[in-house]
T-cell receptor, first 114, second 113 residues
């Protein structure tokens, strides 16, 4: 079975540019999560969706960040405009429910903002 | 609010030695507990999970963990470490309210030959 698929794997762009990260969750999973991982702050939950509806976006750092889930098989995380401090690895994860259900992570997008 | 503490940022062991990674949590209800492993350049992979029943749970790659309610701990163990176990290990807890998991900061395992 295909796991969570993220694209691109690496992104290097200049400050001020728009960045779009993409995620395809595991088919049938009803929860989708976006995380950011840095050395300084560890793994941070940015936002999560249930049945394509955003439930909690309190982890989104600021208005430059936005996330959408137009259907059950696709989600995007957008940063506009990007800044050097946004450089991090961004992970998408999906799960079949919460509580006793583990999350399945993609391999992440390593983002570098110059 | 739930919180997870992994007190060791780095752990260094020799290949073949035993391993124990610590995880402590605070929670307001019966927790669901997880350990994940992250190899370089990859996402987190589930090692094992605990919900109820036997407090000693077995996972993949020869790992096990023990839930101790009295100590609010869920430590990960392996009797003999292999060089391929070098990775970052994360403990996660889900409880009360939304049951969305909270992750610890992670412990980096270094294995010496």
């Amino acid at each position: 079975d295909a796991g969570v698929i993220q694209s691109p794997r690496h992104e290097v762009t200049e400050m001020g540019q728009e960045v779009t990260l993409r995620c395809k969750p595991i088919s049938g999973h009803d929860y989708l999560f976006w995380y950011r991982q840095t050395m300084m702050r560890g793994l941070e939950l940015l936002i999560y969706f249930n049945n394509n509806v955003p439930i909690d976006d309190s982890g989104m750092p600021e208005d430059r960040f936005s996330a959408k889930m137009p259907n059950a098989s696709f989600s995007t995380l957008k940063i506009q405009p990007s800044e050097p401090r946004d450089s991090a690895v961004y992970f998408c994860a999906s799960s079949l429910g919460v509580g006793n259900q583990p999350q399945h992570f993609g391999d992440g997008t390593r983002l570098s903002i110059l | 609010a739930q919180s997870v503490t992994q007190p060791d940022i780095h752990i260094t062991v020799s290949e073949g030695a035993s391993l124990e990674l610590r995880c402590n949590y605070s929670y307001g209800a019966t927790p669901y507990l997880f350990w994940y492993v992250q190899s370089p350049g990859q996402g987190l992979q589930l090692l094992l999970k605990y919900f109820s029943g036997d407090t000693l749970v077995q996972g993949i790659k020869g790992f096990e963990a023990e839930f101790k309610r009295s100590q609010s701990s869920f430590n990960l163990r392996k009797p003999s470490v292999h060089w391929s176990d070098a990775a970052e290990y994360f403990c996660a807890v889900a409880s009360g309210g939304s049951y969305i998991p909270t992750f610890g900061r992670g412990t980096s395992l270094i294995v010496h030959p």
